[in-house]
Every structure is written in C-alpha cells, then in structure tokens.
Antibody, heavy 120, light 107 residues
Framework: QVQLVESGGGVVQPGKSLRISCAASGFTFSPYSMHWVRQAPGKGLEWVAVISYNGINKYYADSVRGRFTISRDNSKDTLYLQMNSLRAADTALYYC?????????????WGQGTMVTVSS | EIVMTQSPATLSVSPGERATLSCRASQSVSSNLAWYQQRPGQAPRLLIYVASTRATGIPARFSGSGSGTEFALTISSLQSEDFAVYYCQQYNDWPYSFGQGTKLEIK
C-alpha cells in the first residue's frame, strides 16, 4: 500500500547534528515534491521544508533555514532531513508528507513520524 | 508570511449535531486551502483541498467552503470518530502555513 515511513529520530545534545529519513513505498516517488512538517509535544503543526520532485528547488521555514538541509534520492525512494546546530526548540515529531499537485497541492500522504528530542 | 487563525480553539458539540470550524488568513490565499484531521496518536489526514473538494474516502458529512481570507469546515452530523483536532493550511505562498488547530470535543 501507499506509505511513508520515517526513521532516524532519537535523543541528541544541543548543538549536535542528526539526519532523519523517510522511505516511500507503494507509489512512484520521483514525480512528487516532498515536505517535512513537525509537531512539538502538545502543539500544532509547523511546516519545515520542501523539495521539488527533481531535488533542484528547496524552501525552508525561517526557523530552520541555514541549519537544516532537505534532500532526496529518487533511486532509493527516500527523503532526508539533515539537521545541524540543533536546539531545544527543534524537539518535535517530524513527519514527511507527499505534495499532490492534483490536489492543490495539498499533502495527501503522511508518515507516522519520527521523534527528535534535543536535550543535554 | 501568511498567518492562519482558527476559531474557536475548542468546540464542544454533541454527537449527531452539526459543527462549524473557522479559519481566517491574514491575506488572500484564493482557494489554496486544505483541512486536515488529526486524531490522538495519529498522523494528520487530508480531508479537504482547494477549499471545498473532499479527498478520497472522506465522508460526505464533511464539507468545506470559502475563498480569499475566510474559510469554514462543516461536519453535518458528528460521529464518535470525528472528535479530533482540525487544522487548516494555506499553500498559496511560501512558507506554507498551518492554523493553530481547533479541538472538537464531545459535549
């Protein structure tokens, strides 16, 4: 079935780095732009970053620009988020989501999320 | 940056009744708006896109309306599984932004 599965989350110290991944299956990954969205514990959704289908165009939220890098490997059907200089405020459940141009482009498929905790 | 404001923060409604949730954009987003449902412990699920089109598999009791800066999500007859948090999202301009959410609770 169509699904996105995130991995790579964990506990990391402030100032350190972490890379999380999102593996796609059940659909052709390469034509779709992909996003990362995060949710701090007990809080709402915050859009983080997007990458175009071919990996050329990337946009970031102000809160992560310069520290986070989104990338993808279409040969592996996988999306990545490299997170550097992590802060306590980056603690959240990180979701990847598919951007469906035929729907607006709304986010029609979401993963279950991977938890990132920044703490000393 | 476009700010999305949802109201109310919490809405208490009895099963079988109608619920209307509101979303306002700080500037026009045309019809480039989506609604998502998030149940406890689950990922968000797309309900409505381009302001009023139901996503695949979404029951007809869910309807969206509005354009420009004022939007609404209406659930015509609440079922037990509808009690959740609802988010609106604009994708008219970068950065894409979500509202803070409306929690729909059982009265």
């Amino acid at each position: 079935q169509v699904q996105l599965v995130e991995s790579g989350g964990g506990v990391v110290q402030p100032g350190k780095s972490l890379r999380i991944s999102c593996a796609a299956s059940g659909f052709t990954f390469s034509p779709y732009s992909m996003h990362w969205v995060r949710q701090a514990p007990g809080k709402g959704l915050e859009w983080v970053a997007v990458i175009s289908y071919n990996g050329i165009n990337k946009y970031y939220a102000d809160s992560v620009r310069g520290r986070f890098t989104i990338s993808r490997d279409n040969s592996k059907d996988t999306l990545y988020l490299q997170m550097n200089s992590l802060r306590a405020a980056d603690t959240a459940l990180y979701y990847c989501a598919r951007d469906n141009l035929g729907m607006g482009p709304a986010f029609d498929i979401w993963g279950q999320g991977t938890m990132v905790t920044v703490s000393s | 940056e476009i700010v999305m404001t949802q109201s109310p923060a919490t809405l208490s409604v009895s099963p079988g009744e109608r619920a209307t949730l509101s979303c306002r954009a700080s500037q026009s987003v045309s019809s480039n708006l989506a609604w998502y449902q998030q149940r406890p412990g689950q990922a968000p699920r797309l309900l409505i896109y381009v302001a009023s089109t139901r996503a695949t598999g979404i029951p007809a009791r869910f309807s969206g309306s509005g354009s420009g800066t004022e939007f609404a999500l209406t659930i015509s007859s609440l079922q037990s599984e509808d009690f959740a948090v609802y988010y609106c999202q604009q994708y008219n301009d970068w950065p894409y932004s979500f509202g803070q959410g409306t929690k729909l609770e059982i009265k």
